[in-house]
């Protein structure tokens, strides 16, 4: 008995440990956390950022009376964990503080961003900014990962470089503009489940070429890649970023 005993508190045990590793980051100091129909769930992706805030709250560029800030955490890989924002418009600022009056703040302003229509989940990508004279520190870009816009078994593709770049995999070519993002849904393959992979930028009339490699079938997962161009090199280059978690 005291065996079956233990047997059922381990297995009650891990299935809250999996029900917990699936909520969303406990809200602020302060704050009152959103219910789960009164937010978008949000990932934090920082990319080739020199250093990752970690203060980072993102308010309604219009604040409701008395709403804080929901606090973002910022990683460099993608998993289950995300953010529950209260956020209700379409624009959105995001600053170092909790503080609604910081979206008015231009030395706490962090980044703003533009939801697309209907936007649910997604991923916050936050990237360096232009450093313009009175651009904010990062730009985001917006991406949504619902499975109807980035679906199973997909690499979604983003051109951040300032050229059109071609990929191969194996015999099929995709091309992308400078900042297009498209899918490559089911990407062909040859053995082993796996795509032969050849990238080239566009220099003048020319196709220059960015580098090889292997890309894996995301199988029921899925990628991001990303283009970018090395602000030390001025080189193209090529990085991706794993999924794990398609639904979240």
């Known amino acids: 008995m005291k065996i079956r005993n233990l047997a059922l508190l381990a297995l009650s045990l891990i299935s809250v440990s999996a029900v917990q590793a699936q909520q969303p980051a406990p809200a602020a100091p302060g704050q009152q956390a959103p219910a789960p129909d009164q937010g978008i769930r949000v990932r934090g992706l920082a990319f080739q950022l020199a250093t990752t ?3 980072v709250f993102v308010h309604d560029a219009v604040p409701a009376p008395g709403i804080l800030g929901a606090k973002l ?5 993608l998993n289950h964990e995300f953010s529950l924002l209260p956020i209700r418009g379409k624009s959105v600022v995001i600053t170092k503080s909790s503080d609604p009056a910081s979206v ?3 030395a706490s302003v962090l980044a703003k961003a533009t939801l697309p229509d209907n936007f649910k989940n997604g991923i916050f990508m936050f ?6 004279t009175g651009a904010t520190p990062y730009r985001v870009l917006v991406i949504d990962d619902s499975t109807r816009a980035f679906p199973r078994g997909s690499y979604k593709v983003m051109n951040l470089s300032p050229a059109t770049v071609r990929i191969q995999l194996e015999k099929e070519t995709f091309e992308f503009k400078s900042g297009e993002m498209k899918l490559i849904e089911d990407p062909p ?3 082993n489940q796996s795509s032969g992979m050849r990238a080239f930028s566009q220099l003048g009339s020319q196709w220059q070429k960015i580098g ?3 890309w894996p079938h995301p199988g029921d997962k899925r990628g991001l890649q990303v283009l970018f161009e090395n602000p030390g090199t001025k080189q193209i280059q090529l990085q991706g970023i794993r999924d ?3 639904e979240y």
Request: net charge negative.
């Open 53 to 55: 805030p970690t203060d």
């Open 212 to 214: 090889s490699g292997i």
């Open 73 to 77: 955490d910022l990683k460099v890989y």
């Open 104 to 106: 008015k703040d231009t």
């Open 189 to 191: 393959t040859g053995e």
């Open 127 to 132: 990237l360096p900014g232009s450093g313009a």
């Open 244 to 246: 794990v978690a398609v």
